[in-house]
Structure formats: structure tokens, C-alpha cells
């Protein structure tokens, strides 16, 4: 089942991060996101599930000098080469924290972000009443998740594509259709909606899409939880190795402000 072309072993977690940020779907919807959170000078501005600080020099260019940027995340791992990464910066600090018990003081922020962390989470609309909880009046967060039930890759046994993506949403991913429930969750935490805009990535080559979603990877675990076997997995990625490629998942930009107590 094995291909050169695809990867067959985890990248580095923080490298991955660091990956996708590089691409030009990487710099498309985070440039986006940083629009939609409409971030002035003086600000404070948390991004939660920070990460290693891929996000964090933006944000504090964003709000200048005056201003604060602060990253919360619950790996201290991920904390420290954070830190690491802006030392430099005076206006930013990070802190190890759990996005369901933020370590923020009430009505403490300007703007909050969260970029792909909710499809991880164990309790996303507690999540979001945190988040609104540290929200100044007139705050904003923005939010940006996929659906991973939206995945299509192209195949000629369209069966083989429904369980790869069946395994993705019942098996991978904690939160796999988040993105598109994101509207009403942030709602019944409290916030209005004035903002949700879907995004779509076609991927044409095969092994640009696989820096992205693990082709390889993921159908090995498809077959170790029994979703395809070695065969079909095996005929699966030979057509995606050497036939024309296609893949699509609809990713969604959400923009929620709390409503007022």
C-alpha cells in the first residue's frame, strides 16, 4: 500500500502547523481571518490554541506596540517554542491554558481567534461561552474550521471515497462537522452571527494534497479501525497516485460577537 509519492509517517506537529501556513491556501484564509477580526492599534487580542506562535508576529504587528497579544494553549511544548518564537516581541506573552478554562480575567479582550481547535475539543459551545466570557463588550471572535463531511476525493469506486471519508468524520476527528455547526454553536453560547463564509480548496495534484490531508496515512488507519481493507485501500490510492486528481473540503470562516448579558 505503499507510495512514493505520499507520506507514510506523521510530520512533526508543530512542522505541520508551520506547512500549511506556508501555502497559499495557508495565507489565503488566515489573511482572511486577520480581515474579518479587524484588529486596531492598542488592542488585545488572544489567539486561542496558539499553537507554536505560527500566527502570533502577525497579530502583534496588528496591534502595534500599544497593544497585546496574548497565545493560550493547553501543550507546553507548544508553549515554549512559542515563547521562543517571540521573545523578541514585547507586546506578546503566552501561557499554557485550556481553552475550556481560559486563563483570562472576565471582559479582559478585544479580539479572540481560534483557527482550527474547535474540531479537536472536548465540549466546543463551553469553548465558545469562555471565549465570550473574556470578550469586552463590542469584542469579536473569529473562528475557522473545516467540515470534514464536505471531503470529496475523486475516484472512479465512488464507495472507496464515501469510507475514506466516513472513517475522517466517525473516527479521525473528534469534531468533524464543526464547521458548519459553528453558526448555531456560537449562537447558543451567547454570540450573534453577523459573519460565516465558506471556503472550498479544489486540490489538482496529488501530492500537494497530501501535505495537507494525509492521504496515505489516513487509509492506513481506515484499515487498522476496519473502515477499508489493505486491498481496497491499495486499488484506492494507485488510482489517486497515477489517474487525473481531485479533492475539495469546504472550510468555514465564522465572525461571532457576544451578545449583550
Not at 521562543?84 to 501561557?95: F, K, L, Q
Not at 485550556?98 to 481560534?114: K, Y
Request: negative net charge.
Amino acid at each position: 500500500m505503499t507510495s512514493s509519492m505520499f507520506e507514510t509517517s506523521a510530520p512533526d506537529a508543530f512542522g505541520y502547523l508551520d506547512r500549511v501556513a506556508a501555502t497559499d491556501l495557508g495565507r489565503s484564509y488566515k489573511k482572511q481571518m486577520l480581515d474579518e477580526l479587524a484588529v486596531r492599534p492598542g488592542e488585545t487580542v488572544a489567539d486561542l490554541g496558539c499553537g507554536p506562535g505560527t500566527d502570533l508576529g502577525t497579530l502583534a504587528e496588528a496591534v502595534t506596540a500599544t497593544g497585546e497579544v496574548i497565545g493560550v494553549d493547553h501543550d507546553p511544548a507548544a508553549v515554549d517554542v512559542a515563547g521562543d518564537r517571540t521573545a523578541g516581541r514585547s507586546n506578546v506573552t503566552v501561557r499554557v491554558g485550556d481553552i475550556h478554562e481560559l486563563p483570562l480575567p472576565d471582559r479582559s479582550v478585544d479580539r479572540a481567534r481560534t483557527d482550527r481547535v474547535l474540531q479537536h475539543v472536548a465540549d466546543p459551545v463551553r469553548a465558545l461561552r469562555e471565549v465570550r466570557r473574556v470578550l469586552r463588550p463590542g469584542g469579536r471572535l473569529v473562528m475557522a474550521e473545516p467540515d470534514w463531511g464536505t471531503l470529496t476525493v475523486d475516484h472512479p469506486d465512488s464507495g472507496l471515497s464515501r469510507a475514506y471519508t466516513r472513517y475522517v468524520t466517525d473516527e479521525a476527528v473528534r469534531n468533524a462537522r464543526v464547521g458548519s455547526q459553528l453558526a448555531r454553536l456560537a449562537t447558543d453560547a451567547g454570540f450573534a452571527v453577523p459573519g460565516v463564509i465558506p471556503l472550498t480548496p479544489v486540490f489538482r495534484d496529488a501530492r500537494a494534497a497530501d501535505r495537507i490531508l494525509g492521504l496515505e496515512r489516513t487509509a492506513r488507519r481506515a484499515v487498522d479501525a476496519g473502515c477499508f481493507t489493505g486491498e481496497a485501500a491499495r486499488r484506492w490510492l494507485d488510482h489517486l497516485t497515477d489517474g487525473p486528481f481531485l479533492a475539495a473540503v469546504t472550510f468555514y470562516i465564522v465572525v461571532a460577537e457576544p451578545q449583550d448579558a
